[in-house]
């Protein structure tokens, strides 16, 4: 079975600031990953997703994530915090073969201040 | 775009009620998934569906069922409601494995904040 550890339920950085959420993966085989952002009153969006192809994944609104398999990490960051990027993000990640099903983390709710 | 579309954005029903969450999207996904999500326990899967009439339980399935008789529409039913299932309820679609690549992401609604008084 596959889970995901997100550390850290709050973040708190300032506005123009760099931005690292964590994630934590484990799974047995290969897995798919995928980072969710929610902003208030809004279902989940999807930030960028890991393909395989590069271990650097570009998303969108400047965010991109590094999957490391020798540390089963898949890490968000953006270099410049912006008060627009204020929401909770969700780290998921879905196996081979899975039927497409997502399990995951519990989420890093993120502060931006001036 | 995606479009998944939930009815109600807030709903407040009475304990013992039947309830009816509805949820259709507009890309001829086969995968569909309902979620609640409860502060600091992030997303959990209640029930998922990958084709029309086909149904699986997810991780939460008790007091809760499903209905998919179109492949458009995802119902999830609460068959008598309780307190203790007031929750923020996600709908989620995505194509199959089997007719796009195995990453398919899945497409949310904006889900449905739903109280049992």
């Known amino acids: 079975a596959q889970s995901v550890t997100q550390l850290g339920s709050h973040v708190s950085v300032s506005e123009g600031a760099l931005v690292l959420l964590r994630c934590n993966y484990s799974s047995s085989v290969p897995p798919y990953l995928f980072w969710y952002v929610q902003y208030p009153n809004q279902g989940l969006q999807l930030l960028l997703k890991y393909t395989s192809a590069a271990t650097l994944v570009k998303g969108i609104n400047g965010f991109e994530a590094e999957f490391k398999k020798s540390e089963t990490s898949f890490h968000l960051t953006k270099p410049s915090a912006h008060m627009s990027d204020a929401a909770e993000y969700f780290c998921?990640?879905?196996?081979?073969?899975?039927?497409?099903?997502?399990?995951f983390g519990t989420g890093t709710q993120l502060k931006v201040e001036l | 775009d995606v479009k998944v579309t939930q009815s109600s954005r807030y709903l407040v029903k009475r304990t013992g009620e039947k309830v009816f969450l509805e949820c259709v999207q507009d890309m001829d996904h086969e995968n569909m998934f309902w979620y609640r999500q409860d502060p600091g326990l992030g997303l959990r899967l209640i029930y998922f569906?990958?084709?029309?009439?086909?149904?699986e339980k997810g991780d939460i399935p008790e007091g809760y069922s499903v209905s998919r008789e179109k492949k458009e529409r995802f119902s999830l039913i609460l068959e008598s409601a309780s307190t203790n299932q007031t929750s923020m309820y996600l709908c989620?679609?995505?194509?199959?494995?089997?007719?796009?690549?195995?990453?398919?992401?899945?497409?949310f609604g904006d889900g449905t904040r739903l109280s049992i008084l």
């Open positions: 998921a990640v879905s196996l081979t073969g899975g039927g497409n099903k997502l399990t």
């Open positions: 569906s990958y084709d029309v009439k086909m149904k």
């Open positions: 989620a679609s995505s194509l199959s494995p089997v007719t796009g690549a195995l990453n398919q992401p899945q497409h």
